[in-house]
């Protein structure tokens, strides 16, 4: 079906460079130059900027690096998080001189958070809190074994995991919750909705540039929504080839799915949905672009929702033997309830809403951690089965397809 839409949308970009046949009048469809790359230039030189998005990217990868050092403070942690333009919160000098933070664009977007200010305070709670948890709990027992109800280190001989007393590794749910509440989040329901670009449509239809700048607004806002996916791959034009290997985010789990038999493609898909909806902006074709937005959110939330199957399931494997393996279990578990956190920032093509409400997303969480006082440890395989179908349920994937 998505490579259907994807081909109606370069068919209708092909159409649009005849005049009908049966009249003399042109057609008022404009064509659309589709590169092969996302290569975009204006008077000789690029028209693509997404510095801010690589800049968020780089700076949540030396947080959840921090999380893992025993040794630093909740101040420090929180001070990377929402950071302040000069302060010496990175390792990088660039990024100590930038006015970004990720804080500021987590749950940030227009459709889903200009008006639920509410909503968007819990959330960055829930990683501040995060931040908390992992150094109130787990780095004072750092050295400590695991067990449940006390928190610790599970060492399996070739990893060492550092868990909660209920079995959660804070760096791995900031991580993979981050994916959902920043980059898509921003991707979709910011960078590439019609309530943001829609506005800019007579600047664009006019050529008319940012100051100082070689794009228009719209050109721009679709750009940071790509930057989101691909702004620290190594070929930024072309980041199919090394799609999974260039940042611990969305671009890493791209290419994880991409591995997966089942959903080989979905690379090419994402980028030639972001490459075909950008060449439409040039072109002035606001249909083809809506076309790919859609495009997009079908399948970037997909992403989210077959990560989530699949890291239950394997934790399922790991505790579904004789001598359950708890290390492997919570390390996947972890990975999921970031994963399961992220649905409530997917987007159902064609409506306003998530695959999951927050409300939804909420419940799976306490079911994951509260089939006993003592949260992972307990969980059961019908538990991690029966959260695996609902979420499969909403999406075109069975729960064997993401699981394997």
């Given at each position: 079906m998505v490579k259907r839409f994807l081909l109606l949308?370069?068919?209708?970009?092909?159409?649009?460079?005849?005049?009908n046949d049966d009249s003399?009048?042109?057609?008022?469809?404009?064509?659309?130059?589709?590169?092969?790359?996302?290569?975009?230039?204006?008077?000789?030189?690029?028209?693509?900027?997404f510095d801010g998005q690589t800049t968020r990217i780089l700076m949540a990868e030396e947080i959840i690096s921090k999380l893992q050092d025993e040794t630093t403070t909740e101040q420090i942690l929180n001070d990377m998080f929402a950071h302040v333009e000069g302060a010496s919160d990175f390792s990088d000098a660039d990024l100590?001189?930038?006015?970004?933070?990720?804080?500021?664009?987590?749950?940030?977007?227009?459709?889903?958070?200009?008006?639920?200010?509410?909503?968007?305070?819990?959330?960055?709670?829930?990683?501040?809190?995060?931040?908390?948890?992992?150094v109130d709990e787990v780095y004072p027992n750092w050295n400590t074994a695991a067990a449940a109800g006390t928190a610790g280190q599970i060492a399996d001989g070739s990893s060492t995991r550092y868990v909660t007393a209920k079995g959660l590794e804070m760096n791995q749910v900031f991580n993979k919750s981050l994916i959902g509440a920043l980059m898509v989040d921003q991707i979709l329901n910011n960078y590439i909705s019609s309530n943001v670009l829609d506005p800019f449509e007579e600047a664009n239809d006019a050529g008319t540039l940012v100051e100082g700048k070689?794009?228009?607004?719209?050109?721009?806002?679709?750009?940071?929504?790509?930057?989101?996916?691909?702004?620290?791959?190594?070929?930024?034009?072309?980041?199919?080839?090394?799609?999974?290997?260039d940042d611990?985010?969305?671009?890493?789990?791209?290419?994880?799915?991409?591995?997966?038999?089942?959903?080989?493609?979905?690379?090419?898909?994402?980028?030639?949905?972001?490459?075909?909806?950008r060449a439409a902006i040039v072109?002035?074709?606001?249909?083809?672009?809506?076309?790919?937005?859609?495009?997009?959110?079908e399948l970037i939330s997909e992403i989210i929702g077959i990560r989530a199957v699949y890291y239950l399931q394997q934790a399922k494997n790991a505790i579904d033997q004789e001598t359950p393996d708890y290390g492997g279990a919570f390390h996947d578990l972890s990975e999921g309830y970031g994963f399961i956190y992220s649905l409530q920032f997917t987007r159902k093509p064609g409506t306003n809403d998530p695959y999951f409400t927050k409300t939804e997303v909420d419940a799976f969480l306490a079911d994951l951690m509260d089939d006993g006082a003592n949260g992972l440890w307990d969980v059961t395989p019908a538990t991690l089965d029966a959260i695996s179908e609902a979420i499969a349920d909403e999406f075109d994937f069975t729960v064997a397809q993401a699981g394997s």
């Open positions: 949308g370069m068919i209708v970009g092909l159409m649009a460079s005849c005049s003399d009048d042109v057609d008022p469809i404009i064509a659309i130059d589709n590169p092969t790359t996302y290569i975009f230039e204006r008077n000789g030189e690029s028209s693509v900027s100590n001189a930038s006015d970004k933070s990720v804080r500021s664009k987590t749950a940030a977007s227009f459709d889903y958070f200009s008006g639920n200010a509410t909503n968007q305070a819990l959330i960055r709670a829930d990683f501040e809190n995060w931040i908390k948890t992992q070689n794009y228009t607004d719209m050109e721009h806002d679709w750009d940071e929504a790509y930057g989101y996916a691909f702004g620290t791959a190594q070929n930024l034009a072309d980041p199919r080839p090394t799609i999974g290997e611990s985010f969305l671009n890493k789990y791209i290419g994880r799915v991409e591995g997966d038999t089942d959903f080989a493609g979905i690379t090419e898909d994402i980028y030639q949905a972001f490459k075909l909806g072109a002035k074709n606001y249909t083809v672009r809506n076309e790919q937005a859609e495009i997009l959110r």
